[in-house]
């Protein structure tokens, strides 16, 4: 089975701009994969940043960003902020109605 | 405003099924995709699978063999169901609604702990 991988950890200083990245084991991630990106903080549920690979969802600040870069899925912030501190997972669509979540990225802002 | 609200036993003994339930208020479940998502502790998120409101399913398939997703319209709710479990399945799990027309997760429940022990 294709495992979808992400940074286990990173980390930016306040301001900074980072770029989390959601890739394949075997392939390349292109918009057909319809991915999304969510946000969670530690007891909460996840929250949707990004759906199809670069639509902010309702209330999600501009500094969130998704695109393709290379042959991965992307996650840009821009302006990083201390309660942007939080695990972010993407999700991709495999076809045949099913979805594969990446690993995670914890991130650290400091 | 969508709301999801899981329920169920906080414990289940191995071999058991573990046994959810999701109430919708806010909309109806027609017309939408329901998912089941889980975490478990300290690890990351898996995608379970969904019930679209006609009752169709599609699941995971490291699931697929034990688990089976259905959705009651009458109640506004869907449910999970997961056979023989083990520690393995302890995690928080989630609900969620999917609306395929714009492919987007866009509500959540706030998860509930299912620990699985003798």
């Known amino acids: 089975q294709t495992v979808v991988t992400q940074e286990p950890s990173f980390s930016v200083s306040p301001g900074g701009t980072i770029t989390l990245t959601c890739g394949l084991s075997?392939?390349?991630?292109?918009?057909?994969?319809?991915p999304s990106w969510f946000q969670q903080t530690p007891g909460q549920a996840p929250r949707t940043l990004i759906y199809?690979?670069?639509t902010r969802s309702s209330g999600v600040p501009d500094r969130f960003s998704g695109s393709i870069l290379g042959n991965k899925a992307a996650l840009t912030i821009t302006g990083a902020q201390a309660d942007d501190e939080s695990d972010y997972y993407c999700?991709?669509?495999?076809?045949?109605?099913?979805?594969?979540f990446g690993g995670g990225t914890k991130l650290t802002v400091l | 405003q969508v709301q999801l609200q899981e329920s169920g036993p906080g414990l289940v003994k191995p071999s058991e099924t573990l046994s959810l339930t999701c109430t919708v208020s806010?909309?109806?479940?027609?017309?939408?995709?329901w998912t089941w998502i889980r975490q478990p502790p300290g690890k990351g998120l898996e995608w379970i699978g969904y019930?679209?409101?006609?009752?169709?399913?599609n699941y995971s398939p490291s699931l697929r063999t034990r688990v089976t997703i259905s959705v009651d319209k009458s109640k506004n709710q869907f449910s999970l169901r997961l056979r023989s479990v083990t520690a393995a399945d302890t995690a928080v799990y989630y609900c969620?609604?999917?609306?395929?027309?714009?492919?987007?997760?866009?509500?959540w429940g706030q998860g509930t702990l299912v620990s699985v022990s003798s």
């Open positions: 969620a609604r999917y609306y395929g027309d714009y492919l987007v997760f866009d509500y």
């Open positions: 806010g909309d109806s479940i027609t017309g939408y995709y």
């Open positions: 019930v679209y409101y006609s009752g169709s399913t």
């Open positions: 075997s392939g390349s991630v292109s918009t057909s994969y319809y």
């Open positions: 199809t690979t670069n």
């Open positions: 999700l991709l669509y495999m076809g045949s109605g099913t979805w594969v």
